[in-house]
C-alpha cells in the first residue's frame, strides 16, 4: 500500500493584507503561492525567480 505524506509547506512572507507562502508538489517541485485578497496566483520556481526580477525592476524605477 502506498503511504501519502502530509503537504509540506512554509510562509515565506507576510503582511496585513499580502502572504507568500511555499510548498513542496507530489512531484517534489516547490511552488510558491502569492495571495491577494481573494486571488492566489501560483508560481513553480523559474516563474518565481522572474517574478522577482520583475519586481525587483519596478521597486527600481519607481525610485527614479
Given at each position: ?5 502530509e503537504?509540506k ?25 502569492l ?30
Open positions: 500500500m502506498t503511504e501519502l505524506s503537504p509547506y512554509e510562509v515565506v512572507a507576510e503582511t496585513e493584507n499580502f502572504i507568500v507562502w511555499k510548498g513542496e508538489e507530489t512531484d517534489g517541485e516547490i511552488s510558491y503561492h495571495e491577494v485578497g481573494n486571488a492566489m496566483l501560483t508560481f513553480y520556481t523559474e516563474e518565481w525567480i522572474e517574478m522577482l526580477t520583475l519586481m525587483k525592476e519596478v521597486i527600481q524605477q519607481s525610485g527614479k
